[in-house]
């Protein structure tokens, strides 16, 4: 994660702001689901 993590960042520079932090939600409701996937 924390690969993509910077990944992303270095994308920010291309994307609205706004975009990013949709990008960044879906990515916590992904990890959510996983996790209540997981028990």
Avoid: G, S, Y
């Avoid at 994307?15 to 992904?30: Q, R, Y």
């Amino acid at each position: 994660m924390a690969i993509r993590r910077l990944e992303l960042k270095q994308k920010q520079d291309d994307f609205h702001p706004a975009f990013c932090v949709f990008l960044l939600f879906t990515e916590t409701i992904k990890q959510i689901k996983n996790t209540l996937l997981a028990f």
